[in-house]
T-cell receptor, first 108, second 114 residues
Framework: TQLLEQSPQFLSIQEGENLTVYCNSS?????LQWYRQEPGEGPVLLVT?????EVKKLKRLTFQFGDARKDSSLHITAAQPGDTGLYLC????????FGQGTRLTINP | DAGVIQSPRHEVTEMGQEVTLRCKPI?????LFWYRQTMMRGLELLIY????????DSGMPEDRFSAKMPNASFSTLKIQPSEPRDSAVYFC????????????FGPGTRLTVL
């Protein structure tokens, strides 16, 4: 069974700080997705990465895929209260397996 | 454009009752997924369909759960009989099969079984 481990499980920081969350597996990913879920809503795709070493940026969010395609990180610069949510990584092409998520709280 | 539509948004029922959850995927999407989310187990895939055909139901917990997709614009997930441990948020998602990593999720149905 392929498992995705996300860390930290919970993170609470002040507005304006930087943060990094991680997604790791013992298996090689064909592709990896990052989703964000806000309370009372379904997850929304942020990015898909497919190439080892790939870096993608989405405004203040930077996503990196490990060279061996077994891990990924999400870095947020100058966090804002609107970044609050559950960040989920997933792997797979169609049958997605999700990590447990990092629950991020940005305090004003 | 309308996203994935799920109904009901909330369902409270008693143990032993039948529960039916409904989903309307995004028009033109040919893959549909049912997930369950709990604090303990996270987001788990129950079953998915391609072109209305069930492809993988290995995540369905047991025979009490069944899912159907009679046409491209409608799917149901049925639990009969329901048990308290089925309490969770159930999500439906849809996608183009060629971009299946990009799934569009509905708002979910929060199910409480008393």
């Amino acid at each position: 069974t392929q498992l995705l481990e996300q860390s930290p499980q919970f993170l609470s920081i002040q507005e304006g700080e930087n943060l990094t969350v991680y997604c790791n597996s013992s298996s090689v990913f064909s592709s990896l997705q990052w989703y964000r879920q806000e309370p009372g809503e379904g997850p929304v795709l942020l990015v898909t990465v497919v190439t080892g070493g790939e870096v993608k940026k989405l405004k203040r969010l930077t996503f990196q895929f490990g060279d061996a395609r077994k891990d990924s990180s999400l870095h947020i610069t100058a966090a804002q209260p609107g970044d609050t949510g559950l960040y989920l990584c997933s792997m797979g092409a169609q049958k997605l397996v999700f990590g447990q998520g990092t629950r991020l709280t940005i305090n004003p | 454009d309308a996203g994935v539509i799920q109904s009901p948004r909330h369902e409270v029922t008693e143990m032993g009752q039948e529960v039916t959850l409904r989903c309307k995927p995004i028009s033109g999407h040919n893959s549909l997924f049912w997930y369950r989310q709990t604090m303990m187990r996270g987001l788990e895939l129950l079953i998915y369909f391609n072109n209305n055909v069930p492809i993988d139901d290995s995540g369905m917990p047991e025979d009490r759960f069944s899912a159907k997709m009679p046409n491209a614009s409608f799917s149901t997930l049925k639990i009969q009989p329901s048990e308290p441990r089925d309490s969770a948020v159930y999500f439906c998602a849809s996608s183009f099969s060629r971009k299946a990593g990009h799934q569009y999720f509905g708002p979910g149905t929060r199910l409480t079984v008393l």
